[in-house]
């Protein structure tokens, strides 16, 4: 059974930092890549980063570019998301989710149909 777990979500004021893990089990790891996503209230689920396990190319939505970093731990079957600089339009629930890494390309990281396996979601705050 294919699982995916995002953690380390929480409340965070503006301008601090935070990381997320998430970490996958029953698939191929090194033949996957991991996407992060978010849902703001209100707002529809949208594109954050990507990272492949299979040659570690990244990918990030301009509203978070030179802010997040996105890293993979192919021996933890883990990806991070290291978030800094928060603001408060960062305020989402935030998902992981696992596609075959010949989908993860810089024209369709962000295809949400694209991806198998998703993650329960992990909630960010960000307060001002």
């Known amino acids: 059974e294919v699982q995916v777990a995002e953690s380390g979500g929480g409340l965070v004021q503006v301008g601090g930092s935070l990381r997320l893990s998430c970490y996958a089990s029953?698939?191929?790891?090194?033949?996957?890549?991991i996407g992060w996503f978010r849902q703001a209230p209100g707002k529809e689920r949208e594109g954050v980063a990507c990272?492949?396990?299979?040659?570690?190319?990244?990918y990030y939505a301009d509203s978070v570019k030179d802010r997040f970093t996105v890293s993979i731990d192919n021996y933890k079957n883990t990806a991070y998301l290291e978030m800094s600089a928060l603001k408060p339009e960062d305020t989402a629930v935030y998902y992981c989710a696992a596609v075959p890494s010949y989908n993860a390309r810089m024209s369709s990281w962000f295809i949400q149909e694209l991806y198998d396996f998703w993650g329960r979601g992990t909630q960010v705050t960000v307060s001002s």
């Open positions: 990272i492949s396990s299979s040659d570690s190319s990244t």
């Open positions: 029953g698939l191929p790891f090194n033949d996957h890549a």
